[in-house]
């Protein structure tokens, strides 16, 4: 064999190496997926929508149940005045409330109802016992009105605007219940109205001028001094 032909050949066998390694690298680089640009940003922008979905909104979130209060004393409208159970409560005072509409409300006093709303009784029973019978009628009017229903008249600005009514009887805001001759077997039927604002606004300013022009006329005549001889 010539020499230049072992040359050739000795060149060769140097370039496959360099061959093989440089066709090893494309296809490695080939056989990689190429990546879209575009694909990849909304590969992303889907992965951030599926992280919020799966995030509660603040938005959607229900508000907690509020909380329902006891219902009142006084009960719904009735066409029967309900009668007294005897039970081991103590004394019990049943009025039926009856307005000017003519609707019927069963009111119920006993022990455990002046407790619950702390109500300062006058007078215990021989056992220990809260007496509703005890309470004044103002009293009673300020219970009234604290539990005074949504669907009577506008409720007004203080017990002195409710008028209770017995047997035909204006009850006075000082007399004690049991002076009112009310019935303790059953329900006692007191009729229930109130007086208009204005009439009240008036009177308590009229009551205002007389309890002025009282203590005038006191200090006035308070230096006076008559000498008869």
């Given at each position: 064999?010539?020499?230049?032909?072992?040359a050739?050949?000795?060149?060769?066998?140097?370039?496959?190496?360099?061959?093989?390694?440089s066709?090893?690298?494309?296809?490695?680089?080939?056989?990689?997926?190429?990546?879209?640009?575009?694909?990849?940003?909304?590969?992303?922008?889907?992965?951030?929508?599926?992280a919020?979905?799966a995030?509660?909104?603040?938005?959607?979130?229900?508000?907690?149940?509020?909380?329902r209060?006891?219902?009142?004393?006084?009960g719904?409208?009735?066409?029967?005045?309900?009668?007294?159970?005897?039970s081991d409560a103590g004394?019990?005072?049943?009025?039926?409330?009856?307005?000017?509409?003519?609707a019927?409300?069963?009111?119920?006093?006993?022990?455990?109802?002046?407790?619950k709303?702390?109500?300062?009784?006058?007078a215990?029973?021989?056992?220990?016992?809260?007496?509703p019978?005890?309470?004044?009628?103002?009293?009673l009017?300020e219970?009234?009105?604290?539990?005074?229903?949504?669907?009577?008249?506008?409720?007004?600005?203080?017990?002195?605007?409710?008028?209770?009514?017995?047997?035909?009887?204006?009850?006075?805001?000082?007399?004690?219940?049991?002076e009112?001759?009310?019935?303790?077997?059953?329900?006692n039927v007191?009729h229930?109205?109130?007086?208009?604002?204005?009439?009240?606004?008036?009177?308590?300013?009229?009551?205002?001028?007389?309890?002025?022009?009282?203590?005038?006329?006191?200090?006035?005549?308070?230096?006076?001094?008559?000498?008869?001889?």
């Amino acid at each position: 064999m010539s020499e230049s032909a072992a040359a050739a050949n000795t060149a060769n066998e140097n370039t496959k190496p360099e061959q093989e390694s440089s066709w090893t690298s494309n296809t490695a680089v080939s056989s990689q997926p190429r990546r879209d640009p575009l694909s990849t940003e909304n590969t992303a922008q889907t992965a951030s929508a599926s992280a919020s979905a799966a995030e509660p909104s603040s938005s959607s979130t229900p508000a907690p149940a509020i909380q329902r209060l006891e219902s009142v004393a006084i009960g719904p409208s009735i066409d029967v005045d309900p009668k007294l159970v005897t039970s081991d409560a103590g004394p019990v005072l049943l009025i039926t409330l009856l307005l000017t509409s003519g609707a019927r409300h069963p009111y119920k006093l006993d022990e455990k109802y002046l407790t619950k709303r702390n109500v300062v009784v006058p007078a215990l029973t021989e056992g220990g016992r809260k007496d509703p019978y005890s309470i004044s009628v103002y009293t009673l009017k300020e219970l009234i009105l604290r539990e005074w229903r949504e669907e009577w008249e506008t409720q007004p600005s203080s017990p002195s605007s409710i008028r209770l009514i017995y047997f035909g009887r204006l009850l006075d805001d000082k007399t004690p219940l049991k002076e009112c001759r009310f019935n303790t077997e059953s329900a006692n039927v007191v009729h229930m109205t109130v007086r208009p604002q204005d009439i009240v606004d008036e009177e308590d300013a009229s009551k205002s001028k007389a309890l002025a022009r009282g203590r005038e006329g006191a200090e006035g005549t308070a230096g006076c001094r008559c000498v008869i001889l």
